[in-house]
């Protein structure tokens, strides 16, 4: 690291991570890589550090970064803006729903790093305003996302318009079947480093389950946790379209949330995420592709309204709590059928899920106590007990019978029937009948 970035770093961290200490040497020397490490163990700053110092200003674009969501680009863009300025190096975001026509003009002013979403980025490079020709490195981070479906031909076809010299790096928190293809696919000899074992970047984080049985009854859930004191969660959905209900549910309780997901402007996505940052509202709702990667400092929680139908799913999700060693809770709703299915998914993870209960605005694993209208009615009827010791074999039937007296519900009486009108009804029908 250099002397600019170690001064920098020691202000803010005490000490590089696993994965930033692994890969760190490889980079520097050109090599491509491949590190996988749990989420939030600083994988961004493991790029970061060591390829900005090779990096001339002014000769054009010499690193490309490749995100899978926009709130991940310009995150990704940010972190690496705050180290770059120290140095004078330039860096640009290009992303899909924000102004094309000023990205263009960005481009312009020959960025020395872009950071962007793979459909932008080839969309850059087919009209010919990104050019490649100067590239030294291209990470793909979040890894297993990009390269699987059609998101995978893209960044092959990104990966082509750049020179063969180019070093890649390649960064994820889970392992995907196609990590073993990658010499392969790309035409480089690609070291590995594996640290999820040794990083202990993690916090201490509760897995548990709240019951929930509907849509309905998960919402009300989701209001009666944003009444817990400084709890602040992302709520996790498998579809927009429950999304927009539980969000149209919840603002009509005037309940403050943002959301992210769906065709949202760059502008809106955006203002959703500084007012969760600044915690002005306390729920964020989204989906897995939108919360991707998203760095959210000192996060109480994740909720999934739905449950995650893989492994992978699960730890991306929980990966957003918990991180830089802060605790963290991973709430899942659903009723015991679901709570059974999401164990069996998650079983090979060694997560073990506990039952919780919200009761007087706190969340706990206790089961809440008998409630105080039955032991006011077993104090109301206390004399029924001051009976005789040879009497208490019908103790138990006086008292049963005098709680359940006085909790029954009252029968409703019964009005007679107003014969009189029945009469001359019977009357219009036997009169119609004589005709």
Do not use: C
Request: hydrophobic share 35%; net charge positive.
């Amino acid at each position: 690291m250099i002397k600019q970035f170690q001064e920098h770093f020691d202000k803010r961290y005490q000490e590089p991570t696993a994965i930033q200490s692994a890969v760190a040497d490889a980079l520097q020397a050109g090599k491509s890589v491949l590190g996988i490490a749990p989420t939030g163990s600083g994988k961004t700053l493991a790029f970061t550090l060591p390829l900005l110092p090779r990096v001339t200003p002014g000769a054009g674009t010499q690193i490309l970064v490749l995100s899978p969501s926009q709130e991940l680009a310009l995150q990704t863009a940010r972190v690496m803006r705050e180290w770059a300025t120290i140095i004078g190096v330039k860096v640009q975001s290009l992303t899909g729903g924000a102004n094309l026509r000023r990205q263009v003009k960005k481009l312009h002013e020959h960025p020395d790093v872009v950071v962007g979403t793979p459909g932008r980025i080839l969309h850059m490079l087919d009209n010919r305003h990104l050019k490649l020709k100067h590239l030294q490195t291209l990470v793909i981070d979040e890894a297993d996302d990009l390269l699987q479906d059609d998101t995978q031909a893209v960044v092959e076809d990104i990966e082509r318009a750049t020179p063969l010299s180019t070093q890649l790096a390649f960064f994820s928190a889970t392992v995907s079947p196609v990590f073993k293809d990658l010499d392969v696919l790309f035409g480089r000899d690609i070291v590995t480093f594996d640290v999820r074992d040794t990083d202990h970047s993690r916090g201490p984080v509760k897995h548990g389950y709240l019951i929930a049985r509907t849509s309905q009854q998960k919402t009300a859930t989701l209001r009666r946790l944003v009444s817990i004191k400084d709890f602040r969660a992302l709520v996790f959905f498998n579809s927009i379209r429950t999304l927009n209900y539980a969000a149209s549910r919840l603002r009509h309780e005037h309940v403050k949330i943002g959301t992210l997901g769906g065709r949202q402007k760059q502008t809106q996505r955006a203002k959703a995420m500084r007012l969760f940052r600044k915690r002005q509202i306390k729920l964020l709702l989204t989906t897995d592709l939108a919360a991707r990667g998203l760095d959210i400092p000192k996060l109480p929680g994740v909720v999934n309204f739905d449950l995650p139908q893989k492994t992978n799913t699960y730890i991306h999700r929980a990966g957003r709590t918990g991180r830089q060693g802060e605790p963290g809770v991973v709430l899942s709703l659903g009723d015991d059928h679901d709570i059974r299915d999401l164990k069996k998914v998650i079983k090979e993870t060694g997560v073990k899920l506990t039952h919780m209960y919200i009761n007087h605005d706190q969340l706990t694993d206790q089961r809440p106590v008998q409630g105080k209208r039955t032991v006011s009615l077993k104090r109301k009827f206390s004399h029924h007990l001051q009976v005789e010791q040879h009497d208490e074999g019908n103790l138990h039937k006086r008292v049963h019978k005098t709680l359940a007296s006085f909790t029954k519900p009252k029968k409703r009486r019964r009005h007679k029937k107003n014969r009189k009108n029945k009469g001359i009804r019977f009357r219009h029908r036997h009169k119609n009948a004589s005709k």
